[in-house]
């Protein structure tokens, strides 16, 4: 029986197959193990550990990119840094150390998102530091039961265990803050600093501090800012013994034995403390003068915004180009009530943080410039109702220290009552009309429900 023999064609086509085979079975090959090995250790990575992949780019020559840690050492440095807690291990981790700070999120909580590469970078700058504290974080989603035991209901919630025991987090949401206030919480309130090498390494990872120099780390002012620095959990705390250390820290430094000076990243940058030595003192002159002469609202700030109340905050909500317009002139403004009224912008395009604000004066749809008020010892409220601008703005702050403005009350208008016998009071006129009126009054009160089928 004939049998037909391969065209040479054909013997060629078989041969490239089988060589294009041979290369691609072990890349098929290695790619199917790595799928099964590290799937699940690699979801969510990108989030967890703070490194921008264009940053790196950008800042390091052509090739680089060789250089960059394999996907394994990457998982290995995201288990080391940040454990994941689950249904097995949050117990035996919260119990078996002194100190654990417990991060609660979500993968759909946008705010959750945005802590979880800060968390990452302060847990590499604490374990750098040698910080007995373990951070970790709970995916509340996956394991609910874990995350309503350790009573987290929001996201993202940071809960600091001592002991087992938990304690609220209440500093800031960069990583620097985070230190900060984890170094403050398991017992390092104080860097000292002893070197210029190590003067410049610490200005390279902080923009704001509070520098003390002292002869001897001892005696009653030593022992006021040591207080004042256990207390306040915001600032870095740094101490010298050094003159020219301090002046490399502070450089508006005067010589003198004793020295206490805020550094900042803003406009003033360096205030000296010039008060004498009380940790209410020391904590006073922190709060007057921590933020900057402006400071920009955002979701990470808001809570110690929020949380500051010791001043009349004066916000003006716009557009960034309006407010542009208006930041240096406001700054001078700023300079003169500095240790009275807080000035905050906000952006007018941030719903979640412009309209609360808004819907208090009635103003949710407006798409100009508002600048508003709030007293929060009196929880009054106050409008600017003329134009924004420089001058307006000043003699608005100097009614609000002075007590001439009027609080602002949702109102319709103001009626004429001349000649009436029954006067109409609107939100405006109560004040005037009922309760500083020196007779009786006989008030009666019409609510009007809206009935609406949606929520």
């Known amino acids: ?45 990108e989030e967890l550990i703070a490194l921008d992949e264009d940053e790196d780019l950008q800042q390091k020559p052509e090739g680089a990119h060789h250089e960059k840690q394999s996907e394994a050492e990457f998982v290995s440095k995201a288990q080391r840094i940040v454990l994941e807690l689950n249904n097995d291990n949050t117990k035996r981790a919260i119990d078996g150390n002194e100190y654990v700070l417990v991060l609660g999120y979500t993968p759909w909580c946008a705010r959750s998102a945005e802590l979880m590469p800060k968390f990452a970078e302060a847990a590499t700058a604490l374990k750098e530091l040698g910080s007995r504290l373990l951070m970790a974080k709970i995916d509340a989603e996956r394991y609910p039961k874990v995350a309503s035991t350790l009573e987290i209901k929001g996201f993202p919630t940071l809960l600091l265990f001592v002991n087992g ?10 990583a620097e803050e985070l230190v900060i206030w984890a170094r403050k919480k398991t017992g390092v309130p104080i860097m000292r600093i002893s070197s210029d090498a190590e003067a410049r390494h610490f200005l390279k990872k902080h923009s704001m501090f509070v520098v003390g120099l002292f002869d001897k780390f001892e005696g009653s002012d030593y022992d006021e800012f040591t207080k004042a620095a256990e207390m306040d959990s915001e600032i870095q705390f740094v101490e010298t013994n050094n003159a020219e250390i301090a002046k490399h820290l502070f450089p508006d430094f005067k010589p003198t034995s004793v020295f206490l000076g805020l550094v900042k990243s803003e406009p003033e940058k360096y205030t000296e403390y010039e008060g004498s030595f009380s940790t209410e003192g020391i904590l006073q002159f922190l709060d007057d003068n921590k933020f900057p002469l402006t400071t920009v609202l955002t979701e990470l700030n808001a809570a110690r915004v929020y949380s500051n109340t010791n001043k009349l905050q004066v916000l003006i909500i716009a557009e960034p180009d309006d407010f542009k317009k208006l930041v240096e002139p406001l700054q001078d403004i700023a300079r003169k009530f500095k240790s009275k009224i807080m000035f905050i912008f906000v952006d007018i395009r941030e719903e979640n943080l412009a309209k609360p604000f808004l819907s208090m004066v009635g103003l949710e749809e407006s798409k100009d410039s508002v600048v508003v008020s709030f007293n929060y010892s009196s929880s009054l409220k106050y409008l600017l109702e003329s134009d924004t601008t420089p001058t307006s703005i000043e003699d608005f702050c100097s009614g609000l220290v002075s007590g001439t403005v009027s609080p602002y009350y949702k109102s319709q208008p103001i009626p004429d009552n001349k000649n009436m016998s029954i006067l109409t009071v609107v939100g405006k006129t109560f004040d005037e009309l009922i309760l500083n009126s020196p007779e009786n009054i006989l008030l009666e009160v019409c609510i009007v429900l809206h009935r609406s089928d949606t929520c």
């Open 1 to 45: 029986m004939y049998t037909p023999k391969p065209s040479s064609r054909f013997v060629l086509f078989t041969l490239i197959l089988l060589l294009l085979l041979s290369f691609l079975a072990p890349s098929i090959s290695s790619e199917l193990d790595l799928d099964d090995e590290d799937g699940d250790d690699m979801e969510g990575l």
């Open 165 to 174: 025991t938990s304690q609220p987090y209440t500093g800031g949401f960069s």
